[in-house]
């Protein structure tokens, strides 16, 4: 009895995961015709809006705590395996909600509040979906998973995308002086070939989550991530070109020699 609730349970959790990727195909075209009205395009016609900084933290934090819930509350907390999810998964969220906003520079610019619900409803889904399965609906994984290939090699792709990520977070910060609310051309890192290599590293972070979990969850994340960012990436490309006549012509969109 036991075991068919489980089934049916897990089947459930695998068809919701399902229709959360076909939202996603739907929003990549939709996000070709409308640009998320933050940072650059920043728009006051989606409503009340609050401080930047504060949007990002509100945002990103229940990414961190609700994993953190799943993990102590779940029937596979005490595996090894399950504790270095963790600390990967806290690894960038705690990084995105407690740091990152406040190392913004002019970012007493203002976000609508509506993109800051619509990120924390994806958020609290991404999150249910990947914790749910790894603490909760998944079989277990064994100690030998951390010396299998899939596993080092998500590992290694998370981390080399984490630091291409926050380099090139930190070039783009250190564009401004405090109080600065100017647009400049980013140099350094991987800008020297690609207009937006916070998000190719983005994408490499979340490809890696998908490939060391090895699960419907964390390649429904990648997929979200190259169907919210390749759109805005194609965005912020033609932005600049417009912008700046000077612009680099030879950087890619967002996939530094192919895109």
């Known amino acids: 009895m036991c075991f068919f609730l ?5 089947l459930m959790g695998n068809l919701l995961n399902i229709l959360w990727v076909i939202l996603a195909f739907i929003v990549f075209l939709l996000l070709f015709f409308i640009s998320a009205p933050y940072g650059k395009f920043t728009s006051y016609k989606w409503g009340p809006t ?14 961190s705590l609700l994993f953190l819930f799943y993990f102590f509350t779940g029937k596979h907390k005490t595996g090894i395996v399950e504790v270095l999810f963790l600390l990967i998964w806290e690894f960038h969220y705690v990084y995105r909600a407690f740091i990152y906003p406040f190392r913004m520079r002019g970012s007493d610019r203002a976000m609508p509040i509506t993109i800051v619900l619509m990120a924390l409803f994806f958020n609290f889904m991404n999150c249910y979906f990947n914790a749910r399965y790894l603490f909760w609906l ?21 981390f080399v995308g984490s630091y291409i990520n926050r380099q090139s977070d930190m070039i783009l910060q250190n564009l401004r002086k ?10 350094g890192g991987l800008y020297k070939f690609t207009s937006n290599p916070n998000y190719f590293g983005e ?29 805005r990436a194609v965005s912020n490309h033609k ?10 012509k030879q950087r890619y969109i967002l996939i530094p020699f192919v895109w």
């Open 6 to 10: 489980w089934f049916k349970i897990k």
């Open 50 to 63: 609050i401080p930047a900084k504060f949007g990002w933290f509100f945002m990103e934090t229940p990414s």
């Open 138 to 158: 998944s079989p277990g994984y064994s100690v030998s998973w951390v010396v299998n290939p899939k596993f080092l090699i998500g590992v290694v792709m998370f």
């Open 178 to 187: 405090p109080g600065d609310k100017g647009y400049y051309i980013p140099y």
């Open 203 to 231: 994408l490499i972070i979340w490809t890696g989550w998908a490939m060391c979990t090895w699960s419907l969850a964390g390649a429904s994340f990648a997929i979200w991530t190259f169907a919210n960012l390749a759109p």
């Open 239 to 248: 932005w600049y070109i417009s912008k700046f006549p000077d612009y680099p």
